[in-house]
C-alpha cells in the first residue's frame, strides 16, 4: 500500500493577523493613532498618510501589496518574512512588503509616513503583455534606499489626496498604471520581456479611441477603457498615444475638454457651470482652475472677450 504524498502548508499561522486595506481605518487597530488622511473610492490602491508616536506593531501580513515610504528621519526595526534589519530611516526612503508576507516593525520616535497599499490584480492587468500573471512576485525591501519614480508617485497621489482630488480620476489612472509597471520591473522575481513600440497605434485605432474620448468628455474617463479599444494593455497603450500626440492621455483629454469648453462659452446660452458638468469638471472652480491654466484667463473673462 502506497503511503499518500505529506501535505504541506505554506499558508501564515493564524496567529499572523490580516491587515486589510479594503477595509475602512484598517491599521487603526494596528497604530496608536488613525490615518492623518486616507483615500477613498481609488479602485486598485489605497492611500494612508500617517504621523505617529514611537510604536510597535504587532506580527500581520497584507491581503494586497505595500509601499510605504518615511516622511520624515526615524530609526526602528523591520522583521520580513522572517528577517530582521535595522533601519537608519532617512526622508524619501522606501520599504516594500509584498502581500502575505508575514511583517511586524517598530519607531523609536515621532515618524510620518505614507502607506501606499496595491492590488495584486493591477499588476496583472497593467503587465498583461509582459508577464504571466501566474509569475508575479514581488522582493521584500526593507526601508534602506530610495526609489525617486515611487517617491514621485507617492507625492503626486499625496497631494492629489490633500486637494481632494483636483485633477479627477484619469491622473490617478495613469499614475496606478506607471506605479505597477515600475513595481514590475524593478521589484518583480520574473523580470518583464522588453516591449517594441516602433510602429505605434493604427490609424483606425487612434480614429477610434480620440472619437470616443470626444463623445464622452462629460464622463470620468479611464485609461483602461481607453486601452481596451486598442486591445493592448494599459502601459503600452499610454506609450503608444503619446508617441502618437506627444501628449499622456490625461494632457490630450484636459486640453480636448478645454476646446470643448472654449466652444460652448461663445456659441451656446449654458451656464459656466453647467458647461463645467458638460466637459468633465467636477465643479465650477475645478473648471476654472484648469481653464484659466491653459489659457491664462477665467471662463468668465474668456466671455467677455469673445463679445
Known amino acids: 500500500m502506497k503511503t499518500p504524498p505529506q501535505i504541506v502548508s505554506t499558508s501564515l499561522p493564524l496567529s499572523v493577523k490580516?491587515?486589510?486595506?479594503?477595509?475602512?481605518?484598517?491599521?487603526?487597530?494596528?497604530?496608536?493613532?488613525?490615518?492623518?488622511?486616507?483615500?477613498?473610492?481609488?479602485?486598485?490602491?489605497h492611500l494612508e498618510?500617517?504621523?505617529?508616536?514611537?510604536?510597535?506593531?504587532?506580527?500581520?501580513?497584507?491581503?494586497?501589496?505595500?509601499?510605504?515610504?518615511?516622511?520624515?528621519?526615524?530609526?526602528?526595526?523591520?522583521?520580513?518574512?522572517g528577517k530582521i534589519q535595522q533601519e537608519k530611516r532617512n526622508r524619501g526612503d522606501i520599504a516594500i512588503i509584498p502581500h502575505n508576507i508575514a511583517h511586524r516593525c517598530n519607531w523609536n520616535n515621532l515618524a510620518e509616513f505614507a502607506i501606499l497599499a496595491i492590488e495584486p490584480t493591477l499588476l496583472k492587468q497593467?503587465?498583461?503583455?509582459?508577464?504571466?500573471?501566474?509569475?508575479?512576485?514581488?522582493?521584500?525591501?526593507?526601508?534602506?534606499?530610495?526609489?525617486?519614480?515611487?517617491?514621485?508617485?507617492?507625492?503626486?497621489l499625496k497631494d492629489e489626496l490633500e486637494s481632494h482630488k483636483i485633477a479627477g480620476g484619469l491622473l490617478i489612472d495613469s499614475l496606478k498604471i506607471t506605479l505597477a509597471i515600475h513595481l514590475l520591473r524593478k521589484y518583480c522575481v520574473t523580470k518583464p520581456k522588453i516591449f517594441s513600440c516602433r510602429d505605434g497605434l493604427s490609424k483606425l485605432k487612434f480614429k477610434q479611441i480620440?472619437?470616443?474620448?470626444?463623445?464622452?468628455?462629460?464622463?470620468?474617463?479611464?485609461?483602461?477603457?481607453?486601452?481596451?479599444?486598442?486591445?493592448?494593455?494599459?502601459?503600452?497603450f499610454i506609450r503608444l498615444f503619446k508617441k502618437a500626440t506627444s501628449k499622456t492621455p490625461h494632457q490630450y483629454i484636459?486640453?480636448?475638454?478645454?476646446?470643448?469648453?472654449?466652444?460652448?462659452?461663445?456659441?451656446?446660452?449654458?451656464?459656466?457651470?453647467?458647461?463645467?458638468?458638460?466637459?468633465?469638471?467636477?465643479?465650477?472652480?475645478?473648471?476654472?482652475?484648469y481653464f484659466k491654466r491653459i489659457t491664462g484667463v477665467t471662463p468668465r473673462q474668456y466671455v467677455a472677450k469673445s463679445q
Do not use: C
Request: a negative charge; charged letters at 25%; proline letters at 3%.
Open 49 to 81: 498618510l500617517h504621523q505617529q508616536p514611537k510604536f510597535e506593531v504587532q506580527e500581520h501580513h497584507h491581503n494586497m501589496h505595500v509601499v510605504a515610504l518615511g516622511l520624515s528621519d526615524s530609526r526602528g526595526e523591520r522583521w520580513l518574512d
Open 210 to 236: 480620440t472619437e470616443y474620448i470626444n463623445e464622452h468628455l462629460d464622463r470620468d474617463l479611464k485609461i483602461v477603457e481607453l486601452a481596451a479599444i486598442a486591445q493592448i494593455s494599459p502601459y503600452h
Open 254 to 289: 484636459l486640453q480636448q475638454r478645454i476646446e470643448k469648453a472654449r466652444y460652448l462659452l461663445q456659441h451656446s446660452h449654458f451656464s459656466i457651470s453647467e458647461i463645467a458638468f458638460a466637459t468633465g469638471f467636477s465643479d465650477q472652480s475645478h473648471f476654472t482652475k
Open 126 to 156: 497593467a503587465g498583461q503583455d509582459l508577464i504571466d500573471g501566474d509569475r508575479i512576485e514581488l522582493v521584500p525591501r526593507f526601508m534602506t534606499e530610495q526609489d525617486d519614480l515611487l517617491k514621485g508617485i507617492i507625492i503626486a
Open 18 to 45: 490580516l491587515l486589510d486595506y479594503k477595509q475602512a481605518g484598517a491599521s487603526n487597530s494596528f497604530l496608536p493613532k488613525p490615518a492623518r488622511l486616507s483615500s477613498l473610492g481609488w479602485n486598485d490602491i
